[in-house]
């Protein structure tokens, strides 16, 4: 087991990576000092693979857990599966020392994290994330949170969780498409700040989508050190932070106009991180090479690098793109890269050259 | 205009007291630095009285104000009152540097600070409490969120205002059941903290009512500075804050099993604060004489102070209190008096004795 600490004084936390852990869950949980109910939000799909060991770990550890299931998939990320979710929270009478358990991908994590972050003012939080997008990313920050019609994640807080238990073997039932929706964020960190993440990723593609254990922990554990080294400087996005939003201005945005049941996450901003560099290399210096090399990564990853939009959807992405949360002024802001492994942020871009880079001509 | 600070820190803002203020809130807004879009947030009522002058103070300093109506009164302070404001706010397109300004009652700042708390994980909140229960209360201290079926306020955040601006001219409109039931938190604030205050109301509750303007500014003063005093020393109720729950338990209980249509708060609140002095004179030596001082008190606000329940609503009542936030193990705590100015919290109490209380034998 590897733990990776995320350095935010008295709101730091650990996250414990490795393999078997999800049976110390309950031990683990013990430690906080946390009442005895609570409650474990997840997917069916999830629920059917590790609901009961997640409980029975939970039981045995002398806390009273209730299992809280709610349809998988982005579509149900808004607000009456949280009010459902508040209400079943509600019949299991969770108190204010009482703790949240998301068990799950990054949509089961930012749901359950807003419904903690929200529920008599906040209870305690516990992140066991089973998709490697949410062990990589979403599991670790805080950042919690729900979808409107209107835009992706435009309601939610900024809430740690109390610990992140990522269990390697949870990875051996993932979908492989979800599998490789999750290579979009590890792809996402090699560009944004680690050039030898992005080399070794070149090299070991295919190891980490065979799942190859030790590709998977050392990849993890990186993508981990780096994202607790981002939020431990900047938690509530003031400066830094904003990094890991490359490629997610065009992604959110195609999320949004494909009502979130066409693209994963992971698939959708891996065309918005290729949509990115090209931009980048008219705007901030990106060689050409390093442009292919991007867009060769996330293809070799089976993962989608352009998509065409009709002049009716080239409408409705500009609109979601002015509801991101970056916006400024009226102005979207992008992230773009100036080299491989480093990037800047807050760049106006000029809206014809969206389109365009988008069908990669 | 007196000014109350509130002692938070960098979260720390000023009460701006007084008449004629409504007109100069876009010259306060405007020193906060904030973006140029905000919304303001109200209900049918208020926005007829005072929702136009808001909206021109706002512009005239340069602000570009949505205003978002909602429906008067508790059973609008839900989930989908809080998602179709969320709507507006994405249809305004707000910033994460554009505010949320709260103008009405209790109903409205619990409300809109939730919307504030949440849209784009936090954007800025201005308080402009319209009724006198806001005024003295509920508008100081970041206590945000809204009701469940299951139980009032189960649903919220800690979220502070950037200012709080209590024009004590919008009280002349104000409805006289909306007027006593104001009174029943500043009754509270002498019970729980300030004896000289409880004397003054006991001479100068008629003028209070009859909206003296001296005594009414002399009054809301003291409560705010009290208030601020409590949320200074304990912002997330870890301790000290708990006080002003004095009659919250059974109050929060009665409006949920009325389903938030029967009782204004206030008058849940006054049979609360009976109540519990009550249980005071039988559990930490309230003398009886005081209890009878508190009883009358309430009774000449023209506030109720008993009530008589059935078999079926005793039931439902204990329910929701075992859904009340400072349950702890499973008890339900109170927060009893041992004499007038002076309570202690997290009381135990028989549950035989509530009911007993309640009708007043």
Same mark, same amino acid.
């Given at each position: 087991?590897?733990?990776?600490?995320?350095?935010?004084? *008295?709101?730091?936390?650990?996250?414990?990576?490795?393999?078997?852990?999800?049976? =110390?869950?309950?031990?683990?949980?013990?430690?906080?000092?946390?009442?005895?109910?609570?409650?474990?939000?997840?997917?069916?799909?999830?629920?059917?693979?590790?609901?009961?060991?997640?409980?029975?770990?939970?039981?045995?550890?002398?806390?009273?857990?209730?299992?809280?299931?709610?349809?998988?998939?982005?579509?149900?990320?808004?607000?009456?599966?949280?009010?459902?979710?508040? *209400?079943?929270?509600?019949?299991?009478?969770?108190? =204010?020392?009482?703790?949240?358990?998301?068990?799950?991908?990054?949509?089961?994590?930012?749901?359950?994290?807003?419904?903690?972050?929200?529920?008599?003012?906040?209870?305690?939080?516990?992140?066991?994330?089973?998709?490697?997008?949410?062990?990589?990313?979403?599991?670790?920050?805080?950042?919690?949170?729900?979808?409107?019609?209107? !835009?992706?994640?435009?309601?939610?807080?900024?809430?740690?969780?109390?610990?992140?238990?990522?269990?390697?073997?949870?990875?051996? +039932?993932?979908?492989?498409?979800?599998?490789?929706?999750? +290579?979009?964020?590890?792809?996402?960190?090699?560009?944004?700040?680690?050039?030898?993440?992005?080399?070794?990723?070149?090299?070991?593609?295919?190891?980490?989508?065979?799942?190859?254990?030790?590709?998977?922990?050392?990849?993890?554990?990186?993508?981990?050190?780096?994202?607790?080294?981002?939020?431990?400087?900047?938690?509530?996005?003031? !400066?830094?932070?904003?990094?890991?939003?490359?490629?997610?201005?065009?992604?959110?945005?195609?999320?949004?106009?494909?009502?979130?049941?066409?693209?994963?996450?992971?698939?959708?901003?891996?065309?918005?991180?290729?949509?990115?560099?090209?931009?980048?290399?008219?705007?901030?210096?990106?060689?050409?090479?390093?442009?292919?090399?991007?867009?060769?990564?996330?293809?070799?990853?089976?993962?989608?690098?352009?998509?065409?939009?009709?002049?009716?959807?080239?409408?409705?992405?500009?609109?979601?793109?002015?509801?991101?949360?970056?916006?400024?002024?009226?102005?979207?802001?992008?992230?773009?890269?100036? =080299?491989?492994?480093?990037?800047?942020?807050?760049?106006?871009?000029?809206? +014809?050259?969206?389109?365009?880079?988008?069908?990669?001509?």
């Amino acid at each position: 087991m590897r733990v990776v600490k995320v350095p935010l004084g *008295d709101r730091g936390y650990p996250i414990f990576l490795g393999s078997g852990l999800l049976s =110390r869950l309950g031990t683990h949980c013990r430690r906080l000092g946390l009442g005895t109910r609570c409650a474990v939000i997840t997917d069916r799909n999830v629920a059917r693979h590790y609901g009961q060991a997640t409980g029975r770990s939970l039981a045995l550890a002398g806390f009273d857990p209730a299992l809280v299931t709610v349809p998988a998939g982005e579509t149900a990320k808004n607000l009456r599966t949280v009010e459902k979710c508040y *209400d079943r929270l509600a019949a299991h009478r969770l108190e =204010r020392r009482s703790f949240v358990v998301a068990l799950g991908g990054g949509v089961v994590g930012d749901l359950a994290g807003f419904v903690a972050a929200t529920y008599l003012r906040g209870v305690g939080f516990v992140q066991v994330p089973t998709t490697l997008l949410a062990q990589v990313d979403s599991s670790v920050g805080g950042k919690v949170g729900v979808n409107l019609a209107a !835009g992706k994640n435009l309601v939610g807080a900024f809430y740690q969780p109390r610990l992140v238990l990522a269990d390697l073997d949870t990875l051996r +039932t993932l979908p492989d498409r979800e599998l490789r929706a999750g +290579t979009a964020e590890i792809i996402k960190y090699g560009v944004i700040y680690d050039a030898a993440l992005f080399r070794r990723l070149e090299r070991d593609l295919l190891k980490l989508l065979r799942r190859d254990p030790g590709v998977l922990a050392a990849v993890v554990a990186r993508c981990c050190e780096i994202k607790a080294d981002v939020v431990g400087r900047d938690e509530t996005e003031s !400066g830094l932070r904003a990094i890991l939003n490359f490629g997610h201005t065009i992604g959110h945005a195609l999320e949004a106009i494909s009502r979130y049941g066409r693209f994963l996450h992971g698939e959708a901003i891996a065309i918005g991180q290729v949509a990115a560099a090209r931009l980048s290399a008219q705007l901030t210096g990106l060689p050409e090479p390093d442009v292919e090399r991007v867009r060769t990564l996330f293809h070799r990853a089976g993962l989608p690098t352009e998509i065409r939009l009709n002049a009716r959807q080239r409408h409705r992405l500009s609109a979601a793109m002015r509801l991101d949360k970056k916006v400024q002024g009226g102005e979207v802001r992008f992230v773009l890269a100036e =080299r491989v492994g480093r990037v800047v942020t807050g760049r106006a871009v000029p809206e +014809t050259l969206i389109d365009q880079v988008l069908t990669g001509r």
